[in-house]
């Protein structure tokens, strides 16, 4: 899941989100809210869930986090960009030396803050901001921006191995993996596999499902799948000590 426009890309600043678009968003696709207690009481213990997993294991897997109907939407959106050929090939590599290897990395890609804005996407984004802050506030890991694209593998496409945090770039601090596949069964593939201490932990793509962890530590990659598995992958970021990092 490395960025494959390197270290430039823009990423978005969550503090804005409550003077920008967020007020269109449909009350019946999540909600209009502007602090952790107008969150539904379902995400919200999911964002003290997530928080408490990382601070015990450094990752943690929310199966049903997202509302169905957002999920709908966002897969929708997704599967829109892809029939109109607006996902480019996913590349690997440092910032200056991006190469496409689709035996390396099989996934296309376009990123959220440049596909057309949608009520479904700033919902996404808003939840985003809701486990941002729970982290903030329970971890002090002092993140101030979220970055995400839309991700979809053809059937036979994966990711090997790697590291979500660029080396001599530590702002990357928090990966968020969202899962858009609706009826998705368990011969489908397409699991993330994360290698623990303990040994490989195995997440089904399944729509709804919120994979989160650290972005420096945990190694992962994306199995084969047997049909189109899509996603939204995101990181959030911690503000530079050098603002020429961002």
């Not at 997530?50 to 939407?73: F, H, I, K, T, Y």
């Not at 090997?160 to 968020?176: A, E, M």
């Not at 303990?198 to 047997?226: K, Q, Y």
Request: charged share 25%; proline share 6%; net charge negative.
């Amino acid at each position: 899941m490395r960025r494959p426009e390197g270290a430039t890309r823009r990423s978005i600043s969550l503090d804005c989100f409550a003077s920008a678009n967020t007020a269109s968003v449909a009350s019946n696709v999540v909600f209009e809210c502007t602090s952790m207690s107008e969150f539904p009481l379902a995400l919200a213990d999911c964002f003290e869930r997530v928080a408490d997993d990382l601070a015990l294991r450094r990752w943690s897997v929310q199966e049903n986090a997202l509302p169905q109907e957002l999920v709908g939407r966002l897969a929708a959106a997704c599967r829109q960009l892809w029939q109109r050929d607006d996902l480019t090939p996913a590349a690997v590599g440092p910032a200056g030396e991006e190469l496409v290897i689709p035996s390396i990395r099989g996934d296309y890609t376009r990123w959220l803050d440049d596909c057309p804005p949608t009520e479904a996407g700033a919902a996404f984004l808003q939840i985003m901001d809701g486990l941002r802050s729970t982290l903030n506030r329970s971890l002090f890991v002092g993140l101030d921006s979220f970055e995400t694209h839309y991700a979809l593998y053809p059937p036979g496409a994966g990711y090997r191995k790697h590291l979500d945090r660029f080396k001599g770039n530590p702002l990357r601090q928090v990966s968020v993996v969202a899962y858009l596949n609706q009826a998705w069964q368990p011969g489908d593939g397409g699991e993330l596999r994360l290698h623990l201490d303990e040994g490989a932990h195995d997440v089904a793509p399944r729509g709804g499902t919120l994979a989160v962890f650290m972005s420096d530590s945990i190694v992962h990659e994306v199995l084969a799948a047997n049909r189109e598995r899509a996603s939204l992958v995101g990181w959030f970021r911690r503000r530079p000590d050098n603002p020429l990092l961002r």
